[in-house]
């Protein structure tokens, strides 16, 4: 699988996630790749032409649809680079193209760099954002699309939450208002964590 190596800070007054991530892509096919993708969940709201926004018309929920842009969340990415080389980033688009110097063969793997901002939005559109003490960012983060034979499986963010998981390593570092706590079936190391769960 691929690696995640997020470093996240909650600024509680505004509900924004300042986040940096080092992420290594494994290509895990036997193709060869010159382009990959990374995909950014926070844009399935904030853009209204999106297939979920598409879905939860169909299911008459519209309420996404008319709420304010801060409202749905969004997602701001100040820079995306391979190696030490800037990448441009599509304005519309949920997932990222982006295009390797050099093809990428079977079994090796790149490096991605990547600083972003995430305004999270209401819950109430699809359980993830904020309702008013809890904040739920589980999937909210860039990550890559699962890779399979067939090729890259471009699924965006679906009212069904049907997606098509590998299994990959994580590491996050959260930095939260003292008031906060992290609540996650991942493996808590910091000190002070530990010790507020186990109050």
């Known amino acids: ?36 993708f990374l995909h950014l969940p926070p844009r399935s ?27 749905r969340g969004f997602i701001t990415v100040e820079q995306l680079s391979v190696g030490n080389i800037q990448v441009p980033i599509c304005k519309k688009c949920e997932c990222v193209p982006i295009s390797l110097m050099a093809p990428l063969a079977a079994t ?17 559109f699809n359980g993830v954002g904020f309702d008013g003490q809890v904040y739920r960012i589980i999937d909210w983060l860039p990550n890559f699309p699962t890779l399979d034979s067939n090729g890259f499986k471009l699924y965006p963010v679906t ?23 992290v609540a996650s079936n991942a493996t808590l190391t910091t000190s002070t964590e530990i010790a507020k769960m186990d109050r």
């Open 1 to 36: 699988g691929n690696n995640y190596s997020y470093s996240l800070t909650l600024i509680d007054s505004t509900h924004v996630l300042k986040g940096s991530a080092e992420l290594t892509f494994v290509n895990s096919s036997q193709l060869t790749l010159d382009t990959i």
């Open 45 to 71: 709201l904030e853009y209204k032409k999106s297939f979920l926004h598409k879905q939860l018309a169909e299911f008459q929920k519209i309420d996404a649809f008319y709420a304010k842009k801060e409202e």
């Open 108 to 124: 090796d793997s790149i490096k991605i760099s990547v600083q972003f901002e995430i305004q999270l939005g209401s819950s109430e």
């Open 159 to 181: 009212f069904q939450r049907d997606i098509y998981p590998t299994t990959n390593r994580y590491n996050v570092e959260f930095s939260l208002p003292a008031d906060l706590i």
